[in-house]
């Protein structure tokens, strides 16, 4: 059994929304020094498969098809066994 | 190394034209705001001549096409505007955003016009129901639409959804909006008044959509990752706060016109705003609030990022403005002045970057006139129809009601907020949707319609069933049907054949909007559907509003009761 | 009696909500989030529906903090009625006025339609017009309905009859189908259906009007 | 400056409704290997902190207050000196 973490967050440059409401609350609770808020969602699969390079090769696959969108995200991950 | 006019997707024919009216060669800036400008989706040189042919004037209508969107007097002192619009590109890469954006940019339409935004509708297009990418696509662009108008908080009256397999690569996604507005408190993109200043009102910008104007006007190449940065992210929030700081300041004298920021961004509502008045503007670029650091003047001419409007305001109204956008969270920044010049001069660190006469490249675009020919598949279509010999008729029937296009739409609408506002009589799920004007008692019933196979088979009739179609489904369900927008989807323009079907059904649609007496008072072109080896039906989207007098009157398809009679009304 | 509405940053069912109470006869105001007190002769506050703060991060968190919120727990604790329908409800349960919190539905999909109930407790300031068990029709319209509630809790809101509303035929996963509730004390409570959207015939029915009218019977039993 | 690196997930035993779309999603393109998939959120703050100790009580508080809602979901996060 393999375990898959992918993350995937927006494309620099573009806008994250949610992560801007996030940051401006976060101030208006009186936290001044934050400067800064990103946000990302992380994936966390778990994998039958034969070997690592299999695993590797059909997450990056699902990354490409379904978790993340390349229009406008980027992804990364790791695999590792169990 | 390509010319360059072919860098911004100008023929050598138009970037010559842009050296007689400048007198000299554009910049680099210059030629990016003519490139975008002068495509099709933003000039209609291919559409022009052929637009001609709509009747526009009509008794009710008080605003036809040239202004963000239409608007009818429906009595009262209330008007109606409304209008539709594609994104059909943005949708093919980014579903989800490409939607919601696309629902976004016609909502602002309506209320740059000084009107509260209260119905969408949406009119979408796939290929084959039963391929994952259309499944795909479908999830992503609901949900999108869903997204975007259930948090801005309006309902969803109506729209279609048809499948076919020439839009498996180039999927359609028409959005319309209603809103209303008192007749004397119409708001309109004109940049009037040599002094007056000129405001960036609402979310920051970034480098999204650079150039997404051109992107709409190509067609959709099969590795459509080169054109990816295109797409933008919408944020409805920011959408919700803007519309409702620019509805407190309808009663405000002190502004003088009011523009959203679509495509070509910053450019087109400069160029338009100050053309529509004869007037030029000032534009300082360092005072635009940006989202990211380093950018340069052209790439701050053409962002496209969601959530901005331009506003003309007089001097003495800058605190007004600032303090209404204060209160909703919202920056609005003085960008520059209206001058007399009729030139759009732009500044950044001090230095001049461009100057283009905004007539010019509103208005200076020359017109295309490609080749019409008729196309060889309606020749060769045989006259008499064939007989569809011995059938079984209780399988015909379950085919039929299976059959996606035919099929209840309810899995789509159902993600749609459709009563919020409190207002809507019929929702989606019937021929026509209605809502009541709160405060009288009227309705507005609205309808999308466009069955392809009709403008394919036969583009002059088929123009007109559309329209045709449309008026049915007000007329049944109790409504006198009073003006249309149109969203002309077609493939690329610049082939005969398509050219010929293109402007054959545009005469269609004009007749018959003639005959009926619903003029088309505002409208929307996207020509290039196409991909690599598909390209799309002509799909001539009509969106035709109507007016009822007593709300009480309308008529829903359902059977009321046992026993009731059944006719059969016309030939 | 006197209503107010609250205005959040992407309240979209303010006037809504402002519009049916009218409707009934009674006087409603909106009151704006940044507001730091509440007007002194306000009997029963609702939250509205909608997408506050776009419902980024989650629905209801960002607004649970705005200034007018702590006035609002403040008149909560004293016994004012206040109702949360939708994202009112959501910032309800944000803000700790109400146990459970809501989820994505779990279709992962927006659901709008009409939805039957059943009034599970008819003995409340929210649902006293109503008759016990009665099937009613309101209109839903939410991404995030998904009521969720531990074992634990939920017995305590059996118990303490805390449950108002539950639905016929669970359309978002809702922990023992409820769709809504009130607190411990009996004047705080909140829904996902939207009544307010249910006042008048021509807009398909009136079941929710006996909501706003049980408010009001309640509140003049009380003074 | 300081970053903060905070993980918000589902507790034990709460259905994630996201996290089986997504995994109904993966089997349904054919990847009959995934077991399981978990989605979490993460947010990446910058801080401009006095020191560590400073940043990670105000992260905590901040993850408390805003980015966790305790009726469903746990944090964790980590500080790292910039
Ligand atoms: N994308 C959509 N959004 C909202 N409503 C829709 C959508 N698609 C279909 N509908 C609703 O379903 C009804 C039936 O659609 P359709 O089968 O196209 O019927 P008709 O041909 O009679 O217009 C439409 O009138 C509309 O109200």
């Known amino acids: ?82 | 190394m390509a010319n360059v006019w072919e860098t911004v997707g100008l023929t050598k024919h138009e970037y010559e034209t842009i050296c007689q009216h400048l007198d000299r060669k554009p910049n680099d800036l210059e030629l990016n705001m003519y490139g975008v400008l002068w495509s099709e989706h933003c000039s209609y040189k291919h559409s022009k001549p052929l637009l001609k042919h709509f009747p526009t004037k009509g008794e009710k209508v008080v605003q036809g096409p040239g202004e963000n969107a239409g608007i009818i007097d429906i009595g009262d002192n209330k008007g109606l505007a409304f209008k539709i619009e594609s994104h059909n590109h943005p949708s093919a890469v980014e579903p989800f955003q490409g939607a919601a954006t696309g629902v976004g940019g016609i909502v602002r339409d309506i209320f740059s016009m000084g009107a509260r935004p209260v119905a969408i509708l949406n009119s979408l297009r796939f290929g084959n129901i039963n391929s994952a990418r259309t499944q795909y696509l479908i999830e992503g662009v609901v949900s999108g639409i869903s997204h975007y108008g259930n948090c801005l908080g309006i309902a969803n009256v109506g729209g279609e959804v048809y499948f076919d397999e020439s839009y498996q690569q180039n999927p359609l996604v028409n959005a319309m909006c209603l809103g209303l507005v008192d007749l004397d408190k119409i708001k309109k993109g004109t940049a009037e008044g040599v002094g007056n200043l000129v405001m960036l009102v609402g979310a920051s910008t970034g480098r999204d959509g650079i150039a997404g104007a051109s992107f709409a006007s190509a067609d959709l190449e099969e590795d459509t990752e080169s054109s990816r940065p295109q797409v933008q992210v919408g944020d409805p929030f920011m959408e919700k706060l803007l519309l409702e700081a620019c509805l407190e300041l309808i009663d405000n004298e002190n502004v003088v016109g009011v523009q959203d920021l679509g495509a070509a961004g910053l450019t087109s509502a400069c160029c338009e705003m100050a053309e529509r008045s004869g007037t030029g503007m000032k534009i300082n670029l360092d005072n635009v609030h940006l989202r990211e650091r380093n950018m340069n003047a052209t790439e701050i001419m053409l962002s496209e990022s969601q959530e901005r409007m331009l506003y003309v305001v007089k001097p003495e109204g800058v605190e007004d403005v600032k303090k209404s956008f204060k209160k909703w969270d919202l920056s609005a920044s003085v960008i520059g002045e209206v001058t007399e010049d009729g030139i759009i001069s732009m500044y950044h660190k001090g230095k001049l970057e461009g100057k283009i006469p905004a007539e010019s490249i509103t208005e200076g675009v020359p017109v295309r006139q490609p080749e019409s020919k008729k196309p060889k598949y309606i020749e060769e279509m045989p006259k008499e129809p064939s007989s569809l010999g011995e059938f079984d008729h209780n399988k015909m029937w379950t085919d039929l009601i299976s059959h996606p296009n035919v099929a209840s739409k309810r899995w789509v609408y159902q993600q749609y907020d459709q009563h919020v506002g409190a207002n809507t009589v019929i929702s989606p799920g019937q021929n026509a949707g209605v809502f009541r004007i709160k405060g009288t008692n009227k309705g507005i019933g609205v309808t999308t319609d466009c069955n392809p196979q009709y403008p394919y088979l036969s583009p002059y009739n088929g123009g007109m069933n559309v329209v045709l179609e449309a008026y049915r489904n007000l007329s049944a369900t109790g409504i006198t049907p009073a003006a249309v927008t149109d969203c002309l989807n077609f493939p690329n323009p610049e082939d005969s054949e398509n050219y010929w079907v293109y402007s054959n059904v545009i005469k269609g649609m004009a007749e018959a909007t003639k005959i009926l007496d619903t003029p088309v008072v505002g409208g929307n072109v996207s020509l290039y559907n196409e991909g690599p080896t598909h390209k799309i039906l002509p799909t001539p989207v009509v969106g035709m509003v109507g007016i009822v007098e007593d709300i009480k009157k309308i008529t829903t398809p359902a059977f009321k009761k046992e026993g009731d009679l059944l006719y059969i009304v016309g030939n | 009696m006197k209503f107010a509405v609250i205005v959040f940053p992407g309240s979209n069912c303010d006037k809504d909500a402002q519009y049916a109470v009218e409707s009934l006869g009674h006087n409603c105001r909106l009151l704006w989030h940044k507001d730091t007190s509440l007007p002194k002769d306000v009997d029963c506050i609702i939250l509205p529906g909608g997408f506050s703060y776009g419902d980024y991060l989650r629905s209801g968190a960002i607004a649970r903090f705005s200034p007018i919120m702590e006035a609002v727990i403040k008149f909560a604790e004293r016994g004012g009625l206040v109702i949360g329908i939708c994202n009112g409800f959501q910032i309800l349960l944000e803000s700790g006025l109400l146990p459970g919190a809501l989820m994505k539905n779990n279709s992962t999909k927006f659901i709008c339609k009409r939805q039957k109930l059943n009034v599970a407790n008819n003995s409340t300031a929210f649902t006293n017009k109503y008759k016990r068990n009665e099937e009613i029709t309101l209109p839903i319209a939410h991404g995030d309905g998904n009521y969720y509630v531990s074992k634990d809790e939920y017995k305590k809101l059996k118990e303490n009859n805390q449950i108002l509303f539950t639905y016929s035929d669970n359309p978002n996963g809702s922990s023992f189908d409820i769709a809504g509730i009130c607190n411990d004390k009996g004047n705080v409570a909140g829904m996902m259906p939207h009544p307010e959207r249910a006042i008048e015939e021509i807009l398909g029915g009136k079941d929710g009007a006996k909501v706003f009218t049980s408010i009001v019977k309640n509140f003049q039993g009380r003074v």
Chains 1, 4 share one sequence.
């Open chain 1, 1 to 82: 059994m393999y375990t898959g973490k992918v993350t995937v967050q927006y494309r620099k440059g573009i806008l994250d929304p949610q992560a801007q409401a996030v940051h401006s609350a976060v101030k208006s609770l009186g936290y001044n020094s934050v400067k800064d808020v990103e946000q990302r969602k992380e994936f966390c699969l778990k994998l039958d498969c034969e070997n690592k390079e299999q695993a590797k090769n059909q997450l990056e696959e699902i990354c490409q098809k379904l978790l993340a969108n390349p229009a406008i995200e980027d992804y990364q991950f790791t695999v590792e066994e169990e």
